[in-house]
């Protein structure tokens, strides 16, 4: 081979990609190249540990600066991907990708890991000073910086990230608004009993709340912004504004190369595209169920970017395997550590264990009788037993799951329909 392996997109994907390559055994050139400046790095933290100052950029690496000669693997940074094309003839899946500064970079197979960008908000001011998003390492550091000296902080968008940042914000002695367009927070992912639960968890702290608010405009002076005009009219001074109100997938090679999209790079079980000599993973991506392998799925984790990316380095080896995991997650705001296991979508019942008022309980969601997933607040047991039987293709019978004095673990029963997940 010539050009080896192109991963385009140094994310967590990425780099996962590259280091299952070489753990699969292959010895050709590797090559990752993303747009920031930095080493491929940790994301989750930055809207926690290190948006609070308890944690430091360098301690955000996953590798040693030296990890990547000695792996040999080619890291680009700083350098973005504007065009790629696959070659006339030769070798199906080959062609070059060209960087914004002109750069060629031949390849011989080609992943995708490009990830998403942040959904920006095209109102009037949405571009005043101190207006901040929060997707890489340079925007949570400006973040940082500003929250310093900031005393009015009002978060737009009620969703994990803008929580997680309003309660460091709080925390640190500001004054935080959360604002909300929807009737309830985080409401895409949790049923009503959690949203509630955060909303008045967070108020107990301090944080004011807004629901079925949205926001029309941003005022300033001087160029930095000053206040947030809201649906109903009136103002909220601001002298720090976090928007979070979701994300895009970048799927703008993809569609240049001819690759199916829908709401992400549409993938199969294998991360393969509709072009099957190149694989995509991570947040970019559109998967069936992990689980079930019905419908598409867009997952935003740390645990499908490293599951789909090793799946995917064994397709570009043509040993494609599917890549069936239970999908997990977590939120940690302050002291409310939430962790998530199985996919909730299309439940039809859901029981609590414990008291939301103790900011300790569970939810478990139910889809005929059949157990879907888990929202646990402060409680890692009940997280794991719900985990390890989604594992094992086992349920969790709703009947007796709402007493907390009975260990979930002990309720796990088999099912014998079942196809256990890794």
């Not at 060629?104 to 920006?120: C, I």
């Not at 719900?386 to 979930?408: F, M």
Request: net charge neutral.
């Amino acid at each position: 081979m010539t050009g080896g392996t192109l991963i385009v997109g140094a994310s967590q994907a990425g780099l996962q990609l590259a280091v299952s390559l070489r753990q699969l055994g292959d010895e050709g050139p590797i090559t990752l190249v993303g747009e920031e400046h930095h080493a491929p790095y940790q994301r989750p933290p930055l809207s926690k540990e290190f948006l609070s100052g308890a944690a430091d950029a360098d301690s955000l690496a996953f590798r040693a600066p030296s990890y990547y000669a000695d792996a040999g693997i080619g890291l680009v940074s700083g350098e973005r991907v504007t065009a790629t094309s696959l070659s006339a003839s030769g070798r199906p899946g080959s062609g070059v990708a060209t960087t914004a500064s002109g750069r060629s970079l031949p390849f011989d197979r080609l992943a995708l890991t490009v990830g998403a960008g942040p959904r920006r908000l095209g109102v009037p001011g949405a571009d005043l000073t101190g207006v901040c998003y929060l997707r890489d390492r340079d925007d949570a550091s400006e973040l940082r910086a500003r929250l310093g000296s900031a005393s009015r902080v009002v978060v737009v968008g009620g969703g994990f990230i803008g929580l997680e940042a309003a309660a460091v914000a709080r925390a640190l002695g500001k004054d935080v608004t959360v604002v909300e367009a929807a009737e309830r927070l985080i409401a895409r992912a949790v049923a009503p009993v959690v949203s509630g639960f955060y909303l008045h968890a967070h108020r107990r702290r301090g944080t004011r709340v807004l629901l079925s608010t949205g926001v029309t405009g941003f005022d300033g002076v001087g160029g930095r912004v000053s206040a947030v005009r809201l649906s109903d009219g009136t103002a909220l001074p601001a002298d720090l504004v976090l928007v979070g109100v979701g994300v895009v997938p970048r799927t703008e090679l993809a569609e240049q190369l001819g690759l199916e999209c829908d709401g992400g790079i549409v993938v199969d079980s294998c991360a393969r595209t509709s072009n099957p000599h190149i694989a995509a993973a991570g947040d970019c991506t559109v998967q069936p169920h992990p689980v079930t392998g019905l419908g598409r799925v867009r997952l935003e984790s740390v645990q499908n970017a490293v599951a789909q990316a090793t799946s995917a380095a064994a397709t570009l080896l043509g040993r494609p395997e599917p890549a069936r995991a239970v999908p997990w997650f977590w939120s940690f705001q302050g002291d409310l550590k939430l962790q998530i296991a199985g996919l909730s979508t299309g439940y039809d019942e859901y029981v609590v264990r414990g008291e939301p008022s103790d900011e300790r309980f569970s939810v478990l969601y139910y889809r005929g009788g059949e157990l879907l997933a888990v929202d646990a607040v402060n409680s890692p047991a009940d997280y794991m037993a719900v985990r390890r039987a989604l594992g094992q293709g086992a349920t969790v019978p709703p009947d007796g799951a709402g007493d907390p004095g009975t260990p979930l673990k002990t309720l796990v029963v088999a099912r014998p329909d079942a196809v256990a997940a890794p």
